[in-house]
C-alpha cells in the first residue's frame, strides 16, 4: 500500500506539499498540484485518515459516551443518535464507560489522540473538567452536570408525578417504588415527583433501590413476598417492571387485578411483553434530534437559543394498570 512519502518522492514533492494538496489547504501552483493528482491516482493512495484529522485539526468524529450498551433504552437512543450524525457525513466513536474511572480515563486519551471534533456524554461522569479541559464541543444527555455544558434531559420529576396520578386513580393505597441507584439525578427526580404527588393523598410508598442494567430477580421477589397487601408498583425502567410482573405471578398476584404496574422508558419490550406495559415514555427521538442539532451548532459556533432543555414525558396506558 503507498504512503503519502511514496506519492511525495514520485511527484518530486515535499510531504507537506502533497498534504496540502490532498486537504487542499495552502497554496500550491496548478501544475504541481495537478501531478500530485495524477501521481495519487497513479499509486492509488488513499490519505490516511488519522494524518488528515492531524494537518486539519478536524476529524470528523463524534464520540458517544454511554454508561452501558446493554441497556435497551440507551441502546435505542444510540441508534437514533448514530442515524443522525452519520447523515451529517460525520462519523461516530461509541464508547461504553461500564461507569468505570479506568476506562474514562482511556477515552479521554483517545478522544485527545483523534481530534474528535464533538462529544455527546451520556455518562454520569465525575469528570466532567477533565472532558471540559479537552476544549471540545460537548452536550450532556440525561444529566445536567455543569451550568456551562449544554445538557438535554427527560422530565423525570413528571415522569414520577404522572406514574403516582396513575396509580392513585387506579385505587391504589399500598405502593412500592423499585428505582435506580439513589445516587443518580434521574432516580432523584423520579423519586422526588412521585413522592409529591402522593403525599397529597396522604398515601406512602416504600422504596427499594436496585441496579438498573441487571436487577436482582430475588431481590424483587424478596420485596414482593414481604408486602403481601401491596397493589400496586412503580418502577424506574421497563425492565425492573418486568422483573417485577413475573414476581407477581410467582406470588400467585393477578397484574393488573391485584396489583397494578408501571415501567418507564417505552422500550420496544415494553409491547411486546404479555401483559403490555403501562409506563413512562421517554421521548428518544427528541432528546437525540436535540442533542445533535445543539452539537452541531456548538462546532459551528453558533448561538444557541437554549442551554438547558427538560423534554416532557407523557403516560402510556396498557394491559398492566386499570
Given amino acids: 500500500m503507498s504512503t503519502i512519502k511514496d506519492v511525495a518522492k514520485k511527484a518530486h514533492v515535499s510531504v507537506a506539499t502533497v498534504s496540502r494538496v490532498i486537504n487542499q489547504k495552502g497554496y500550491v501552483n496548478i501544475e504541481t498540484r495537478q501531478m500530485v493528482l495524477d501521481v495519487v491516482q497513479e499509486l492509488n493512495y488513499v490519505p490516511n485518515e488519522l494524518a488528515r484529522s492531524l494537518f486539519q485539526k478536524k476529524s470528523h468524529i463524534i464520540a458517544v459516551l454511554v454508561p452501558q450498551l446493554t441497556s435497551y433504552y440507551f441502546a435505542e437512543l444510540l441508534d437514533i443518535i448514530e442515524d443522525l ?106 423519586t422526588e415527583g412521585f413522592k409529591t404527588a402522593l403525599q397529597k393523598y396522604k398515601i406512602n410508598s416504600f422504596s427499594y433501590d436496585l441496579d438498573f442494567i441487571k436487577p436482582s430477580g430475588e431481590e424483587i421477589e424478596n420485596v414482593i413476598f414481604s408486602n403481601p397487601d401491596c397493589d400496586g408498583i412503580f418502577c424506574d425502567s421497563d425492565i425492573i417492571a418486568i422483573h417485577a410482573i413475573q414476581a407477581l405471578h410467582k406470588a400467585g398476584k393477578r397484574v393488573p387485578e391485584d396489583v397494578q404496574v408501571i415501567g418507564f422508558d417505552n422500550i420496544e419490550l415494553a409491547e411486546i411483553f404479555k401483559p403490555n406495559l403501562t409506563t413512562i415514555s421517554q421521548s428518544r427521538e427528541k432528546i437525540g434530534k436535540y442533542a445533535v442539532k445543539t452539537l452541531m451548532k456548538l462546532i459551528n459556533k453558533e448561538e444557541l437559543e437554549q442551554v438547558h432543555r427538560k423534554i416532557d414525558v407523557k403516560l402510556i396506558e396498557r394491559e398492566t394498570t386499570k
Avoid at 112 to 124: E, F, P, V
Avoid at 149 to 169: F, H, M, Q, R
Fill in 85 to 190: 450524525i452519520v447523515n451529517l457525513d460525520y462519523r461516530v466513536m461509541v464508547c461504553n464507560s461500564h461507569d468505570d474511572p479506568e476506562k474514562e480515563s482511556k477515552y479521554l486519551k483517545i478522544f485527545d489522540q483523534y481530534n474528535i471534533d464533538g462529544l455527546i456524554l451520556i455518562s454520569n461522569t465525575h469528570r466532567i473538567e477533565d472532558y471540559k479541559k479537552l476544549e471540545i464541543p460537548i452536550v450532556e444527555i440525561d444529566h445536567k452536570l455543569t451550568e456551562d455544558i449544554p445538557s438535554v434531559t427527560s422530565n423525570n420529576c413528571l415522569g414520577g408525578s404522572l406514574a403516582a396520578e396513575k396509580l392513585v386513580n387506579g385505587g391504589c393505597k399500598k405502593i412500592i417504588h423499585f428505582r435506580g441507584p439513589s445516587d443518580l439525578v434521574t432516580v432523584r427526580e423520579r
